[in-house]
Structures are given as C-alpha cells and as structure tokens.
C-alpha cells in the first residue's frame, strides 16, 4: 500500500498496485489526534483567571479552528493569523494585534519566535509549551519555557524552565494556582510580621516619649520576637491554597507586594494593637508611676494575645475566618496553641516567673485581655466584609453601565 497525503495532513488516500502509474483507489482514512483529557476544563479555568490561552499549530486554518472550538478557546470566538501574515507584519504593529489572536496557524519555529517576542513587547509574560528541537529556541525565549516530560525531546527539556512529568496540560493550571498561593501567603506573612513589629517599637517609643516606664522588660520584648518570627508566623507561609485564587485576575508585573490597600490595613492593625496595649498599660500602671511585675504582666499578656489574633484574621486577605475554617490549617493550630501555653507557662510557673518578672493572673484578668486583644480580629474580619460589599455595588454599577 501506498500512502498519498492530501490538502490536510490529517487524511490520507490508500491506493494499492504494481506500480505508480497502475494503483487502485481504496479509500480515505482520517487521523485525528484529539485534546488531551481535562483540556477543555483547564483552558475554561485559565480564560477565567484573566490568562489568555493562544494555539500555534503548522497545521492548515480549518483543522486549528476546529481544534480551538473543541477546546473552547477564547469561548469559540476565535481570531487566527497564518504564519505568512506573522512574518510580513512589523514588530511593533505585530504586538498591538497578537494579544486578539487567539489561534496561529501554517507557522514555524521562527514565528512562534515572532509571536513570543511581540507578546513580550506588549507587556505580556509569556509562558510556552513545546516539545520538539525545533521549538527550543522559542522555549528559551519565553519568560516560562514548558517541556514536556513523557513526548519532548532533550533539547527542549535543556532549554525549557518547566517540565510535565505527565505531559498533561492542566498541571500548568496547578502551577499557576499553587504560585498565587505562595504570593498571597507572602502577603500574609509580611502583614502579621510588620503590624506587628510596628506595634512593638510604637509601645517602647511612646512609653519613652511620655516620660512613662517601660511597659516590657528585656525578657519579654525577646520572647514576643519568638511569637512574631517563630512558628505563628512562619505557619501562614503554609496556609493551604484558596480554591478560589486561581479565579482572580493576574496581577500586574509591576505591582508591589506592600500596596496601598495592604500598608492601610498594616497601619490599622497596628493602630489597634498599640491603642489596647496602652490602656492596659495606663490602667494597671500605679499613681506614682512606678512599674510593677502586675503591670509588665498584663501589658505583655495584652500584647501576646493581639499578636495571636493578629495572625488569626492574617491568613487570608479577602476571606472571612469562617470560610477558610479554624482547623483548615494545622499547623497554625499547633503554633497558636503551643504558644498560648508557653505564655501561660511564663505567667504561671515560678521559674519562669523569676526569669520574665511576672506574677499570677486571674481569670477575669485574663478574660478581659482576650476580649480586648480580639478587637484587632473582629475589626480586620469586618473590614473584609465591607471591601466585600463594596466590591460587588462596584460590580454591579459597572454591569448596570454595560447593559
């Protein structure tokens, strides 16, 4: 049998005979290589995210169409370009139409270059998969080159950033989920860690600037560094992926992780430790002034529990306690918990009383302290529920404008 390739290279006409010019016609066989499992699903969850999914193919317009609409590119609406109109086209005129093109077609190594270049120019990272030699050059190119695993070749996996073991797209869709994760748990932890740290030096300076004794001795000052840096704080670093972060629109590559919205909400926190602590400090503090061990205990107990339920309202930035869940994150449980009984150790237990210079609480002084130091979590939470509601009437308006 003799294989005859037709005008689409998915098809092909068998003939059978002694020689070239005596063959007799068979019949046709259509190949199609169809979308991977779970294809249609990760580039509707991309589309989604704000992440615009293109498609290069060598392929001819009609097979990349019908390709793009089984995958549900760009919600069917798709845009081509061929790789002829890709060359002829200046760079600069190239990059203001290729972010509307959702499908390229007839191209070559040299237009995926093309491609990636203008994308870049226009302000867009770019990340691209491949698998052939052909497409290294375009793999390294990119900002993200993406190799695969099972089907590419060594010299695409050399100049490739990422490799899928398992050749499966909608690992990208993992990636890009798990790398907003990090970012916003890097958020989290900056918030609890300056709010806090701010607070500190703000209570030491005010107390040196009103000529009052210092609220925190040496031992205390050093065992509240061990909350703020130790393992409640190092624990919103592992807080577990929102499901509803892959859904969020990138963020721009120039944004910074202190925004403004974020260094208000430090401030305000802040505010709010270093206000509570103060009048614990003014309330227990003796007429003539003079620093006792109940006083120092009670400030530093104070400051401690704004610190825990400081780090309780700081892992997540948009959503309620409620909805992520108290024991959604163990870790944060076990440090939240082991420190609460460390300072119960350090109020309690008379060595460690010699050591810090505290004495006994009782327990109104300790209820009292706990629903002062929840202040600073129930204004966060409810400040989430405003920007919430706020959010939506903006939603709404702008959907009300477009109607």
């Known amino acids: 049998m003799t294989p005859l390739w037709s005008a689409l290279s998915a098809v092909l006409a068998l003939a059978s005979g002694p020689e070239l010019g005596q063959l007799t016609f068979l019949g046709l066989v259509g190949i199609i290589d169809p979308p991977r499992a779970g294809v249609k699903e990760a580039v509707q969850v991309l589309s989604e995210s ?52 959702s499908v390229f077609f007839r191209t070559s190594p040299k237009h995926k270059l093309k491609i990636i270049k203008a994308l870049q120019e226009s302000g867009a990272i770019v990340a691209m998969t491949g698998d052939g030699v052909n497409d290294a050059v375009a793999l390294k190119a990119a900002d993200i080159g993406i190799a695969m695993g099972q089907t590419g070749t060594d010299v695409s996996k050399e100049a490739a950033n990422m490799i899928l073991v398992d050749d499966d797209f909608s690992a990208i869709m993992s990636a890009v989920e798990e790398g907003k994760g990090i970012f916003h748990n890097i958020k989290n932890f900056v918030r609890f860690q300056l709010s806090t740290s701010i607070a500190a030096l703000s209570l030491i300076a005010l107390s040196t600037m009103c000529n009052l004794p210092n609220p925190l001795n040496a031992m205390q ?183």
């Open 221 to 403: 000052i050093l065992w509240i560094n061990i909350i703020m840096d130790g393992p409640p704080a190092q624990s919103l670093g592992v807080e577990p992926v929102d499901k509803d972060t892959l859904r969020q629109p990138p963020r721009k590559v120039k944004d910074m992780i202190l925004s403004r919205a974020l260094i208000l909400k430090i401030l305000l926190s802040a505010s709010v430790i270093i206000s509570g602590t103060l009048f614990i400090f003014w309330k227990e503090i003796p007429a003539d002034k003079a620093s006792t061990p109940r006083t120092t205990t009670m400030t530093f107990t104070c400051f401690v529990f704004f610190d825990l339920f400081n780090a309780l309202t700081c892992r997540s930035q948009t959503k309620l306690i409620f909805e992520i869940g108290f024991l959604g994150n163990h870790m944060f449980l076990y440090s939240v918990l082991g420190s609460v009984l460390g300072q119960l150790a350090v109020i309690y237990v008379p060595p460690l009383q010699k050591v810090f210079q505290t004495e006994n609480l009782g327990a109104l002084d300790l209820l009292l302290l706990t629903g002062l130091a929840s202040s600073v979590f129930i204004l966060s939470e409810l400040l989430k529920l405003c920007e919430r509601v706020c959010s939506a009437a903006r939603k709404a308006q702008v959907h009300q404008e477009d109607v």
């Open 50 to 101: 704000g992440v615009s999914v293109k498609m290069i193919t060598g392929d001819a317009l009609e097979t990349a169409l019908a390709i793009g609409q089984n995958i549900g590119l760009c919600n069917g609406k798709l845009s081509a370009m061929s790789g002829e109109e890709v060359e002829s086209m200046e760079p600069s005129k190239l990059a203001d139409r290729v972010g509307k093109v």
